[in-house]
C-alpha cells in the first residue's frame, strides 16, 4: 500500500511541473509538435528510469539515516543556492 501511495505521489508532483510549464507556454503562445512531445516524454522517462535503478543499487550499500540527511542536505543547498542568486540578481538590476 505504501508503495502504491508514494508512486501516486510521484507521478503527482512530475504532473504538477509539467501542468506549470504547459501553462507558462500557453500564456507565450508557444507550441510544442509532437515529435518533441514524444522526446521529451522518452528522455524524461529514461531519466527516471535510470535515476530510480541507480538509486535501489545506491540503497543496497547505504543506511536509509545516512540517505534522508544526504536528501534533506542537497535540498536544502539547491534552496539556498537559489535564494542567494536571486539577491545577487536583485540588487545587481536595482544597482543599475
Not at 501542468?19 to 527516471?48: D, E, R
Not at 535540498?75 to 542567494?84: E, S
Amino acid at each position: 500500500m505504501l508503495m502504491i501511495l508514494s508512486a501516486l505521489l510521484f507521478s503527482i508532483s512530475s504532473n504538477l511541473d509539467n501542468v506549470v510549464v504547459g501553462t507558462a507556454y500557453g500564456i507565450k503562445k508557444i507550441k510544442i509538435g509532437i515529435i518533441a512531445n514524444l522526446i521529451i516524454a522518452l528522455v524524461t522517462t529514461t531519466g527516471t528510469f535510470l535515476s530510480m535503478s541507480l538509486g535501489l543499487y545506491i540503497a543496497k550499500f547505504m543506511p536509509q539515516s545516512v540517505s534522508n540527511i544526504l536528501g534533506a542536505g542537497i535540498i536544502v543547498i539547491l534552496g539556498i543556492y537559489f535564494v542567494i542568486q536571486s539577491l545577487i540578481k536583485l540588487i545587481h538590476n536595482t544597482n543599475s
